[in-house]
């Protein structure tokens, strides 16, 4: 698929570069029960009528593939602070190298401070903490946040667990507030770095989607979907004793499940049977969706695709020329833009999707390219201001993953027969190396 925009850790050693970090999160959403003949649930906005003329050799489309229907979406990420989370992510998440250092800046504020665990100061000293898991975990909240309408179709909470869990951001909360909760995250992770308590962490989630009143629950707003998106490398351990704290996950999300609120749980776990099967469960339980990460650094790819409603793929064809839409980008609530190009005269743009169930629905428009009312020269050149801009967007994305993987392969290929101190540093990655 493509981009786009409420209240809305990880065991091992290998470091590698940041881009696998940037491939989809996950499919987001249970089965949708759209029939194949039902086309009603993929909607073209722009152009708004099916026949229409341009005057421009180029034109932008717009509209929405949601299976699930046109709603609101609150969801509440939660962040894995357990003892694991200082884990290497196996991903080079800062671009400093595959032997690069944590941050000095944050290393200085980090070891300064009078309540940090013995023993951690060496180990930020002497690994790279922006390497860390939990690093793997906030670079791909930001990664998602960063693509959602926080201020019209998504409404966002934030939170962190390990022993207990706590609120970092309120569902609903602007991007300023989201970003200074992870921030602050970032700063305090020491705090936590305990055990791991799925349970409290579920049952804070849905006390965030819906808040009590006089005890009661006061369920999701009407026409309002609830999610919780579930960032883990572990197995539950809390609270203590045989099979409690399964238990505990369990029934708390269970209790998620018959409130309307849908558990998307990542493994990010590289022994993936330790937490597996719970979060595999968990997601069960509540009509969610359940994905195993190779690394925990996929997350960062992973979770900015996150997908809401059932979206599985979108193509976008003018097929009277047979050319494919450039630029196109698709969000979480299936929101979609794109632009096409056109050749003189009548142009057929089709527009199909596919739902993660299967079912398919196709759109189309018809623009006639007239040689009348020549545009202006500032709206041609703003057009294509803004496809360049676009491009190099999601060019920018499928070059981080693609050369990301070969550094990978690369360095454990290298790893494999060199000794460790044999590998020689890795030079930094400039931003500027990527396309423009």
């Known amino acids: 698929m493509a981009e786009c925009d409420g209240r809305g850790k990880t065991r091992c050693v290998r470091r590698a570069a940041l881009a696998a970090f940037l491939v989809p999160l996950i499919a987001?959403?249970?089965?949708?029960?759209?029939?194949?003949?039902?086309?009603?649930?993929?909607?073209v906005d722009a152009p708004a009528a099916l026949e229409s003329t341009a005057q421009l050799p180029l034109v932008e489309v717009r509209g929405q593939a949601a299976a699930r229907g046109a709603r609101i979406h609150e969801f509440v990420?939660?962040?894995d602070v357990s003892a694991s989370a200082v884990l290497s992510s196996g991903w080079d998440v800062d671009a400093d190298g595959a032997r690069g250092h944590t941050n000095p800046a944050l290393l200085a504020r980090l070891v300064a401070k009078p309540d940090l665990p013995a023993g951690l100061a060496e180990r930020l000293r002497s690994e790279d903490f922006d390497d860390s898991v939990l690093a793997a975990e906030l670079t791909a909240t930001s990664a998602l946040l960063a693509r959602l309408d926080t201020a019209t179709r998504y409404r966002v909470g934030l939170v962190a667990f390990s022993d207990k869990a706590h609120l970092l951001a309120p569902v609903?909360?602007?991007?300023?507030?989201?970003?200074?909760?992870?921030?602050?995250?970032r700063e305090n992770f020491h705090r936590d770095l305990g055990g791991s308590n799925f349970?409290?962490?579920?049952?804070?989630?849905?006390?965030?989607?819906q808040?009590?009143?006089?005890?009661?629950?006061?369920?999701?707003?009407?026409?309002?979907?609830?999610?919780?998106?579930?960032?883990?490398?572990?197995a539950p351990t809390l609270p203590p004793h045989g099979d409690l704290a399964r238990q505990h996950a369990l029934y708390a999300a269970s209790a998620a499940g018959a409130a309307g609120i849908r558990i998307f749980s990542f493994d990010l776990s590289r022994a993936q049977q330790t937490g597996a099967n719970v979060l595999a469960e968990m997601a069960a339980r509540s009509d969610g969706r359940f994905e195993v990460l190779e690394r925990?650094?996929?997350?960062?790819?992973?979770?900015?695709?996150?997908?809401?409603v059932?979206?599985?793929?979108?193509?976008?064809?003018?097929?009277?020329?047979?050319?494919?839409?450039?630029?196109?980008?698709?969000?979480?609530?299936?929101?979609?833009?794109?632009f096409v190009e056109l050749a003189p005269g009548r142009n057929h743009i089709v527009f199909r999707a596919t739902t993660t169930a299967g079912a398919n629905a196709v759109a189309e428009r018809w623009i006639d390219r007239s040689g009348a009312a020549a545009p202006s020269a500032a709206e041609g050149a703003a057009l294509v201001q803004e496809l360049r801009k676009r491009t190099r967007e999601t060019a920018l994305w499928a070059e981080m993953e693609r050369e990301r993987r070969v550094q990978n392969l690369e360095l454990e290929l290298r790893l494999e027969v060199e000794p460790a101190d044999a590998v020689a540093?890795?030079?930094a990655e400039s931003p500027q190396a990527l396309p423009r």
């Open 28 to 43: 987001l959403t249970a089965p949708i029960s759209a029939r194949a003949d039902d086309a009603t649930w993929l909607r």
């Open 296 to 308: 925990p650094g996929d997350a960062i790819a992973k979770l900015r695709r996150t997908d809401l």
């Open 199 to 209: 349970g409290d962490a579920i049952a804070a989630a849905q006390r965030a989607l």
């Open 310 to 338: 059932g979206l599985a793929n979108l193509r976008v064809v003018n097929e009277t020329t047979g050319a494919a839409a450039r630029a196109l980008r698709t969000f979480p609530d299936g929101a979609f833009d794109a």
């Open 172 to 185: 609903g909360s602007r991007p300023r507030e989201l970003a200074d909760a992870l921030a602050a995250l």
């Open 77 to 79: 990420i939660v962040i």
């Open 425 to 427: 540093p890795a030079p």
């Open 211 to 234: 808040p009590e009143s006089n005890g009661v629950a006061m369920g999701a707003p009407a026409g309002t979907d609830q999610s919780i998106l579930f960032l883990s490398d572990g």
